[in-house]
């Protein structure tokens, strides 16, 4: 128990080295107006929003589209130039609906329907297939703008507010970083999830924490499909032609990308822009799980990749160590909550035993194993705290007697949740281990009554 824990609590002292240290680069606070904009050499920004159209995508796309508007209608003409949003779907119903419903506002909204019968020159699958699509379009001129441009990722759910867009577009006005990432945080639809998947969310604002210390460095230990924001030409350049792993295609493109344009430019084109970005949680435990698993799966073949690239193999042998066991370090930890719950549930429960039956106190731990174990715990109740608060401050504005009750409901349950989020990454790492690699792309369902049909329908990860 004491081995595992630490090797956890390592990882949340380096959370929390960049929270106090570094706080003031990890989300940008400045007041940036359309004035103030207007002023700056800005590039042209696509926002692109990748998704299968499945049951339940088109409300959460139309949110985030609405989002964009309400930035665009302080000044259309302005927004209209340097501003457009592209919508890649394999559905033709959501394309003629969203083409009616955004006909003449001041941001254009184009919308490409992803043909059935694509494929790929490297025979790429799942969400990669859909943006190297746009990739092969905007090479032949679709929507070309003259002048530098980036692309916006978004996920099917994703929000951002006009005030952090305008700090998103300030940042790229000024910056010569041509991969960067922000935090996210996870508010919307937030009563709708259950208290386990609420409890689940509340680990993730603080790892953005790491991902700041992790772009910044431009070592790409990680990365996250949304908040990403390309320049165009680099990826026009690199594409998400993937390919696949053994038959089976890549789940983790995100990490995939970003793996690759590390070993083609190193770390110098990669930043983090600190703008937020407001997503979702999974509505039910299955549906986390099968999040999580897709996760560490696909971060597990975009390892495999790269050690077979060889541009690989000609970096120094102690960026390849890094490359490859900080990541592993990372999933790893992440998996270890599993036995360190249980193991820590079993003690717990012998001491119980040993007091009631047996009327027997246990012996205590050597004073330092026990002041180890209480700092540990500190860290781990004040990451659930940080991210709770992130996650229901940002948008909820609950009232301070609701705030405080959603708070101590998250902390109260952690202990169970953390020990169920961590059995998805053991799982996929034991599956990884015997040979069971099969990955599919199933988007995790974006509204509740969607989820309900999902669990109903069952079905793998």
Not at 62 to 86: C, Q, S, V
Not at 262 to 269: A, Q
Request: net charge positive; charged share 20%.
């Amino acid at each position: 128990m004491f081995a595992l824990i630490s090797l956890i609590n390592i990882r949340f002292l380096s959370y929390f080295y960049s929270f106090f240290v570094h706080w003031p680069r990890y989300r940008r606070r400045e007041k940036v107006t359309t004035s103030d904009l207007q002023r700056l050499p800005l590039p042209y920004i696509k926002i692109q929003i990748t998704t299968r159209g499945s049951a339940g995508s088109t409300e959460v796309i139309r949110r985030g589209i609405k989002y964009i508007m309400r930035l665009a209608y302080e000044d259309p003409t302005f927004y209209g130039h340097y501003l457009n949003i592209e919508v890649v779907t394999e559905s033709e119903e959501q394309k003629q609906l969203f083409e009616r419903e955004f006909v003449g506002t001041p941001v254009p909204v184009y919308v490409v329907v992803l043909p059935k019968n694509y494929e790929t020159p490297g025979g790429t699958q799942l969400k990669a297939r859909g943006l190297h699509y746009m990739v092969e379009m905007r090479r032949r001129g679709l929507n070309r703008k003259h002048g530098r441009t980036v692309i916006v990722h978004y996920d099917e759910e994703s929000v951002m507010e006009p005030l952090e867009l305008r700090r998103l577009f300030r940042y790229l006005a000024l910056t010569d970083k041509k991969l960067t990432e922000g935090p996210i945080y996870y508010p919307l639809e937030y009563r709708d999830a259950s208290v386990i998947c609420r409890a689940m969310e509340a680990n993730r604002p603080i790892g953005c924490f790491e991902c700041r210390d992790v772009m910044e460095k431009g070592i790409p230990l990680h990365l996250h499909g949304s908040n990403l924001v390309i320049d165009e030409d680099l990826e026009n350049e690199l594409g998400w032609d993937i390919g696949n792993l053994d038959g089976q295609p890549f789940i983790a493109e995100d990490y995939v990308f970003g793996v690759n344009a590390y070993l083609r430019y190193g770390s110098s084109i990669f930043g983090w822009h600190g703008s937020v970005m407001l997503e979702q949680p999974p509505f039910s435990f299955k549906s986390a799980f099968r999040q999580r698993f897709r996760w560490i799966i696909g971060v597990l073949q975009g390892m495999e990749m790269m050690k077979r690239t060889p541009m690989f193999s000609q970096l120094p042998k102690g960026l390849r160590f890094r490359l490859t066991w900080g990541t592993r370090y990372r999933i790893t930890t992440f998996a270890l909550g599993l036995p360190a719950g249980a193991i820590s549930l079993l003690y717990l429960m012998y001491q119980y035993a040993q007091f009631f039956l047996r009327h027997q106190a246990t012996p205590p731990m050597p004073l330092p194993v026990m002041l180890w174990m209480i700092f540990a715990g500190f860290l781990w109740l004040n990451s659930i705290f940080i991210g709770a608060w992130y996650n229901i401050s940002t948008i909820m504005h609950l009232p301070a007697n609701q705030g405080i009750a959603e708070m101590a409901k998250v902390i109260a349950i952690a202990p169970i949740a953390g020990v169920l989020e961590s059995s998805a990454a053991f799982w996929a790492i034991f599956q990884w281990m015997r040979g069971n690699r099969k990955v599919s792309w199933k988007p995790t369902p974006k509204t509740a009554e969607a989820d309900k049909v999902s669990i109903t329908a069952g079905g793998g990860q």
